[in-house]
Nanobody, 124 residues
């Protein structure tokens, strides 16, 4: 049974930081591509950061230079360090996993098979 559980969300003032975690169980973590996505009401879920099994990371332009994705394969845990947060970063944040992704669209949500339940981030 595959399970992804996010934690670390909350409310923060603009300019502040948060660190999200995603605990993974039920499959061989190291063989998957892992990503962070976010969604606000009425908008499409967007990919913001992805990391593959070689620790190669890809970021959306909206978070490049402010957010850092990382993983600890020994702990089966994915992280997202978010710095210099802006009100526009307010969203529900989800982690996701994919066995394979098309290299030209690693941030595309439709390639990801497993999803967590989400954790809310509010920046004011």
């Amino acid at each position: 049974h595959v399970q992804l559980v996010e934690s670390g969300g909350g409310s923060v003032e603009a300019g502040g930081s948060l660190r999200l975690s995603c605990a993974v169980s039920g499959y061989t973590y190291s063989r998957y591509c892992m990503g962070w996505f976010r969604q606000t009401p009425g908008k499409e879920r967007e990919g913001i950061a992805v990391i593959d099994s070689d620790d190669i990371a890809t970021y959306a332009n909206s978070v490049l230079g402010r957010f850092t994705i990382s993983q600890n394969t020994a702990k089966n845990t994915l992280y997202l360090q978010m710095n210099s947060l802006e009100p526009e970063d307010t969203a529900m944040y989800y982690c996701a996993a994919a066995r394979t992704v098309y290299a030209g669209d690693v941030l595309g949500k439709n390639q990801y098979e497993y999803w967590g339940q989400g954790t809310q981030v509010t920046v004011s």
